[in-house]
């Protein structure tokens, strides 16, 4: 199921990328087009390494374990982005 959802979301995902390029290229130029391309692209990436990372968490518990610490390195590092403190220098 999760593998149904990720392949349609990278799919229409990247149809969606594409004519908003191709939009982008039309009003703005090659800068605007390149720009637009590369965020969707990045974008359609992070929400696959998320998909996968909740294939798995899915799977941990549904065998039974807890194994919040074995769901991966990637996961810690982006649950650290998430939480990480904001800097000294600006206003909290």
Do not use: C, H, K, Y
């Not at 392949?7 to 290229?25: F, I, L, Y």
């Amino acid at each position: 199921m999760i593998a149904d959802l990720a392949a349609r979301v990278t799919w229409t995902g990247g149809v969606t990328v594409a004519v908003m390029t191709a939009g982008a290229w039309w009003l703005a130029g090659a800068p605007a087009a390149a720009g637009v391309g590369g965020v969707g692209s990045i974008a359609r990436l992070n929400f696959r390494w998320l998909a996968r990372d909740v294939s798995r968490a899915t799977a941990l518990i549904a065998g039974g374990q807890s194994g919040v610490g074995r769901i991966g390195r990637s996961s810690f590092t982006q649950e650290f982005r998430l939480t990480a403190p904001q800097s000294r220098w600006t206003s909290a």
